[in-house]
Structure formats: structure tokens, C-alpha cells
């Protein structure tokens, strides 16, 4: 299933006389078409030569015929030989493939025992298929410390894709935490539905979800009550990507219990198919068969500045009054005043007799 071709080792040996126009008769399904032989081991001079036979058309088996060392294959050869076949990744077959090989030559006498075998092969397709986050999710919200009732339009949107050539169908299960302890983490969860799709609710996986929340600062099904959905793609097409819409308005009620300023709110899905059928081209394959949508929430404190600016200029007058006290103490007012009086003295003792007849004289 991971490789476009199947290899089939066929051993052939002759345990009597010389065997003329030895064949050996490859009956396959429809789904795989010859190609090659290629000898792995051998005796002496071998060949082996194969040809399609005619069938009818929309047979459902097609045969192949391999000439071994033509004309003669002699007394105790054994020729060992690899038949690769193609395979029509597009064609439809059952889980098992019965493949045949027949051996018989032209003598008139010939020991038919051990001359048949029938090999059953499991098939499973390799199939590329994916799911992740679409880039018009929410990534980021941020919220008012100290409010409870404010909301926010939050996205997630998931996207899964089939990136091979064989179409298949697909289940999809997502989850999305709408509820942290009591306490609804969405506003409403009508935008959480899909068409199509069943829901369930579960539990969280953790006991004490409250600090299992501080320690990781992830809200996801682990810690919170989720909404499952359950949706199936009956036929998920090459290069179609089918889309999940995810939308609501989460609310910021459920923030003040976690007392936290960051929080990632992460909702998840993953594919499922039917892996006896099927099995992923790449050995990595959890990771493109699961996928996470974060929406990094914030708590933005706004600080109060009344207090600040009433308390500086409390502050400012009382230190005013403490210093115009110190001052008045040490005596800084009366000095001052005694030299205003002496100042204004001197003035008038140095005054002009020109000056002092120019004033009015009252009797």
C-alpha cells in the first residue's frame, strides 16, 4: 500500500528428468499488471521469460505465463525469481489478494504434486491525508482585569486535507473546552455545532483541574468539560480540503478563578480510518492526523492613578507645612521683619533736606 508495486518471489525446482517447455502460470487480480521478472538465484544457465495471455475484457483476473530456461530445464535445477507487479492505486479490490502460480511443462509425463501454490496477501492502500489549523483562526483575545462580563469573537477553524491520489472515507473527531469547573468558558455554544456532525459532552481527564491549570497554563479537554463532535466525510477527494467552522464569543467570567494572566485555550481534532485497509505513506503520521487550535488569552490590568495623584499632593502640602513650620520655629519670619523695619529706618535718616520740605506738613 505505501509503494505503487508489489513483488512476488516464485521458486521453482525439478526433482526428475529434464523438463522441456517448463512454465510457470501467474494468476493475479485485475488491480495489478505485470511488469518484470528479475532471477535471484539459479543453477547453472536459466532464464525466465514471461507474457501476458489474453483475457476477456473487464475480467476480473488477469494471468501471466513465465517460461523457465526454455527449452530445457534440467534434472535438479531450481530457479528462484522475483515477479513485480504494478498497482492501480485507483482500482477497488477486496482486503485479501489471491495470487496463484502453476507449474507444468510439455513432457507427457509429468509429477503434478507441489506444482501449485496460492498465496493470500492483506492489502492495505497508502494513503496521505491531514488535518490542521487554518490560518484565519484566533490567535489572540485579551481581556480587562477585574471584569467578568466582558466577551470576545473567537474562530477556531480546522481544515483536513487528502494529499494522495486515492480517495477514502474519513471520520473526524473534534474537541473544544466550553466549561472550567462551573463556570461556561463561551457566552453560548450554537457556533460550536456542525452540520452533520454528532455532539457529546465529556469531563476533564485531571482531578484537580485548578492546579493542573497553573502549572501548564493550557485550557484544553484535560482540565475542562469539552463538546465532542463526531463528523464523517464519506468521501474525502484529492485536493478538496473540507472545512470546520468553529465561532462564538468567549466569555471572561471563568478567568477570575484561575487567577492567572495568560491562558492558552486550545481546542483539538484528529483523523480516523480504517487502518486494516489503510496505512499512512509517512511513519510520522500522528502528527498530521492530529492537530491543536490556541487562542492565546491575556488578563491586561488597568491601573487606578487617583490614588497615586491624591496621595502626592497630600503629600506635597504636608511637607510644605512641616518646612514653613520649621521655619517659622528657628525664627525665619520675625528676623525677616526686624530687617525690613532697620532697612526702612536708615532710608529715612539718609533722606535730603530738599526731600524732607518737599513733605506735607499737617498741623
Known sequence: GITPVLNLTVSIQNSGENSYNTHVILTYPSALSYRRATLLQWDGRATVQC?????????????????ISRPIFKSQAKVVFV?????DANSQVDRVVNISANATSGNEEHITTGSFALNSIPVRFGINILVKSAEDSTHYINFTSGSNDLRRPVHHTIQVENLGAREIP??????????LVNTDIWSNTLGLKVPGCTV???DPTETDVLK???????????VAMCSVLSCSI???????PVIYNLTGEVSSAWLQQTQLESVRLVSSASLGF?????????TKSKTLINTEVQTHVEVIKVYDYKKEIIGGAAGG???LALITLGLYKAGFFKRGYKELLKEAKTEGQNATPGEESALPVHE
Open 83 to 87: 515477479a513485480t507487479f504494478d498497482v
Open 317 to 319: 502640602l504636608l511637607l
Open 200 to 202: 457529546k459532552t465529556e
Open 51 to 67: 507474457e501476458g495471455l489474453d483475457i476477456k475484457e473487464g475480467s476480473a483476473v488477469h494471468s501471466s505465463k513465465c517460461f
Open 274 to 282: 480504517d487502518t486494516k485497509q489503510y496505512i499512512h505513506r509517512f
Open 170 to 179: 474519513v471520520s473526524v473527531t473534534i474537541r473544544v473546552p466550553v466549561k
Open 212 to 222: 493542573k491549570l497553573k502549572e501548564t497554563q493550557i485550557l484544553n479537554c484535560s
Open 234 to 240: 464519506s468521501v474525502l477527494k484529492n485536493r478538496v
